[in-house]
């Protein structure tokens, strides 16, 4: 349905040697290497989904200045003035979730990376809002395939569910602080 920006497929390796120049890591080392870059790969999803967020909100502004009703662009209404304030609000907190988790990141802890994982939840959830906000203030116009917001939609909701799904991640977070 979404992601199509991205080629995920899915790779056999069947009687496969690999010289040992060549290895990544250890042999049998597989996990310790996905969790080193597992924390990389959970921000960037973070990150990407606060792009997307960032392409709806340029969309929609210009809608709104270019649109009018009853003589006046959408953009003077203040209404929508104010949900556009709110939209900005929610961008600028994904941004600092990434933010922190970035700080995470580049100084590593001993310890789950719960800034990561926060980052990883409270960006996508951010980004999926802003979207759905994005699209209503486009009107029915925002729902077809005419403009990227129907792309920005599917494209989205992946963000919560892949590189780790955000409702895993809340019962890490959890346990983590419960525990």
Same mark, same amino acid.
């Given at each position: 349905?979404?992601?199509?920006?991205?080629?995920?497929?899915?790779?056999?390796?069947?009687?496969?040697?690999?010289?040992?120049?060549?290895?990544?890591?250890?042999?049998?080392?597989?996990?310790?290497?996905?969790? =080193?870059?597992? =924390?990389?790969?959970?921000?960037?999803?973070?990150?990407?989904?606060?792009?997307?967020?960032?392409?709806?909100?340029?969309?929609?502004?210009?809608?709104? !200045?270019?649109?009018?009703?009853?003589?006046?662009?959408?953009?003077?209404?203040? =209404?929508?003035?104010?949900?556009?304030?709110?939209?900005?609000?929610?961008?600028?907190?994904?941004?600092?979730?990434?933010?922190?988790?970035?700080?995470?990141?580049?100084?590593?802890?001993?310890?789950?990376?719960?800034?990561?994982?926060?980052?990883?939840?409270?960006?996508?959830?951010?980004?999926?809002?802003?979207?759905?906000?994005?699209?209503?203030?486009?009107?029915?116009?925002?729902?077809?395939?005419?403009?990227?917001?129907? !792309?920005?939609?599917?494209?989205?909701?992946?963000?919560?569910?892949?590189?780790?799904?955000?409702?895993?991640?809340?019962?890490?977070?959890?346990?983590?602080?419960?525990?």
């Amino acid at each position: 349905m979404g992601i199509r920006g991205v080629a995920v497929r899915e790779i056999f390796f069947e009687n496969c040697r690999i010289p040992a120049d060549r290895l990544l890591g250890a042999p049998g080392g597989a996990l310790a290497l996905i969790g =080193a870059i597992g =924390a990389t790969s959970v921000l960037g999803a973070a990150a990407a989904a606060t792009g997307i967020a960032q392409a709806a909100v340029d969309v929609t502004i210009a809608h709104l !200045r270019e649109r009018t009703v009853l003589d006046q662009p959408l953009s003077a209404i203040g =209404a929508i003035q104010a949900r556009m304030a709110r939209v900005l609000l929610e961008l600028e907190g994904a941004r600092a979730w990434v933010d922190r988790g970035l700080a995470r990141v580049e100084n590593p802890q001993p310890g789950p990376p719960l800034p990561v994982w926060m980052a990883k939840i409270g960006a996508t959830e951010a980004a999926a809002h802003i979207i759905d906000q994005c699209l209503a203030l486009h009107g029915a116009i925002g729902y077809s395939q005419a403009l990227p917001m129907e !792309r920005h939609c599917r494209d989205i909701r992946a963000f919560g569910i892949h590189w780790g799904n955000n409702d895993v991640f809340l019962d890490m977070i959890g346990k983590t602080i419960t525990g």
